[in-house]
């Protein structure tokens, strides 16, 4: 099954790659949050590059894992504060890329990162949606 050009097994299979030892309940969708509530909504979270994935893909973070880093950029007469998330995992900070980041409101709560493996055997963030609070 494809859906908006990500297909959901490739999702799955990444996700099991980067959190199916450390978090084995939450690494793939077995159906147990079939009928929950936001089931639907976390399906179509998307962010800049696209679907997210389901929430059985990615997995609830602490508040103390996350946070926003930032720093003033430009010369002496222009200078710009810019701002990003980020969040520690496998007890590395991340920077989360601007295009991960799911910018409609957290109906969930907690914050959710989707975390995967690239080529290189590095932890990268396919997407991360703040907590409510944010």
């Not at 003033?72 to 496998?90: A, K």
């Not at 907690?110 to 949606?129: E, H, K, S």
Request: contains cysteine; charged residues 20%; aromatic residues 10%.
């Amino acid at each position: 099954m494809m859906v908006r050009g990500i297909g959901v097994v490739g999702c799955v299979v990444s996700a099991l790659a980067v959190i199916g030892a450390a978090f084995p309940a939450a690494a793939r969708d077995d159906g147990r949050y079939t009928d929950e509530p936001l089931h639907a909504w976390f399906d179509q979270l998307a962010r800049g590059r696209g679907l997210c994935c389901s929430f059985a893909d990615g997995f609830s973070i602490q508040d103390v894992d996350w946070d926003t880093q930032c720093e003033r950029v430009g010369g002496r007469r222009e200078q710009t504060e810019i701002c990003r998330y980020r969040v520690r995992l496998y007890g590395e900070w991340l920077l989360v890329p601007e295009n991960a980041v799911v910018t409609e409101p957290n109906k969930f709560g907690p914050a959710v990162v989707w975390p995967y493996t690239d080529t290189n055997g590095a932890t990268q963030i396919r997407c991360f949606l703040p907590g409510a609070g944010a």
